[in-house]
């Protein structure tokens, strides 16, 4: 065998913590910088020139942006996420409301259907609410 063939015994215990560490550094700088691009477009508070500024800033010089970004800006990354999140659980409950539910001809038919049957309304009465739905 070759003398500087390296096995993975060869590999010191410690050269493998500071290798996991640097990983683990860079995938956190990694998600902070992407959170921080995200967090800037999703500011609905800040402008156009406001927005091309900061991701400017965060581009090219990203150490010193981020961390001048989260100084400047961290305290409501957490509120805008949150109302971010709120916006979307609307919209999307919303749609469900929309979708699966609600008040449609059908349900409205069995309504009058049942206040026809106990004599809450006359036929003739259950009639005309009928076209009305059905004209709706």
């Known amino acids: 065998m070759s003398k500087n ?3 993975a015994y060869d590999y010191p215990l ?8 640097w990983i683990f550094m860079w995938v956190l700088w990694l998600f902070l910088l992407f959170r921080v691009i995200g967090d800037i477009f999703r500011d609905d508070s800040m402008g156009g020139w406001g927005k091309t500024g900061w991701l400017f800033f965060v581009i ?4 010193l942006g981020i961390f001048v970004y989260l100084i400047a800006r961290g ?3 957490g509120k805008r996420e949150q109302e971010h999140a ?3 659980r609307a ?4 749609y469900i409301k929309e979708t699966a ?6 349900d409205e038919l069995a309504k009058l259907s049942d206040l026809k049957n106990k004599g809450a309304i006359t036929e003739e009465e259950f ?3 009928k076209q009305k739905v059905l004209a709706a």
């Open 5 to 7: 063939l390296i096995l």
């Open 14 to 21: 410690l050269g493998a913590f500071w290798t996991m560490l």
């Open 60 to 63: 090219l010089l990203p150490f």
């Open 75 to 77: 305290r409501d990354m």
């Open 86 to 88: 709120k916006a979307q």
């Open 91 to 94: 919209s999307f409950d919303s």
């Open 101 to 106: 539910g609600g008040t449609g001809h059908a």
């Open 127 to 129: 009639q005309q609410a």
